[in-house]
């Protein structure tokens, strides 16, 4: 019953898109698979499973945002997709560069992200670095794991780099 309900909530808010002049991802959303996951630790994520998409919501987080933030939830899953990112993930960069790098690009392009999101500002804070807005994916990844690498070998790095499961971390 509860499923039931907060998917009624989800197509409010897919409703609320495609109203919108961003219906484009209203509709996009329609063509993925949509599941409760209570294990990840952002609003919504995104992994490929079976045959197509399937968007993740942890509704713990999701239902405290509010309306325009859910949007841009959905719309950064969506942007993740139209990325490639699940694709070009690959390589030798940890998790966590990967996460921090994917959700930079997304992130530059929405508007109401939560407060806790991962901006470009936040990250050229957090690791004194001074990375260029809209760059590609792979700029950000590897200009991050220098910084990690070099926090490593002073040992300073972040104590746990297993941000991703197999699914985006969404505002994270």
Request: no cysteine; hydrophobic share 40%.
């Amino acid at each position: 019953e509860f499923k039931e309900e907060f998917f009624k909530l989800v197509d409010k808010v897919i409703l609320s898109l495609m109203e919108d002049k961003d219906n484009f991802y209203g509709y996009f959303l329609f063509q993925m698979g949509r599941e409760i996951r209570f294990d990840i630790s952002t609003p919504t994520g995104i992994n490929f499973k079976g045959a197509k998409y399937v968007i993740y919501f942890n509704p713990i987080i999701f239902l405290q945002l509010n309306i325009k933030q859910m949007e841009s939830s959905i719309k950064h899953e969506i942007h993740h997709v139209l990325s490639m990112h699940l694709i070009r993930a690959k390589g030798k960069i940890s998790t966590l560069a990967i996460n921090l790098a994917m959700d930079i690009v997304v992130n530059q392009y929405l508007n109401n992200l939560p407060p806790y999101a991962i901006t470009l500002k936040g990250i050229n804070l957090k690791y004194e670095l001074n990375l260029e807005p809209y760059n590609t994916f792979e700029y950000y990844a590897e200009n991050i794991q220098n910084v990690l690498n070099v926090l490593e070998e002073n040992d300073e790095g972040e104590e746990d780099d297993s941000w991703g499961e197999d699914t985006d971390s969404g505002f994270d």
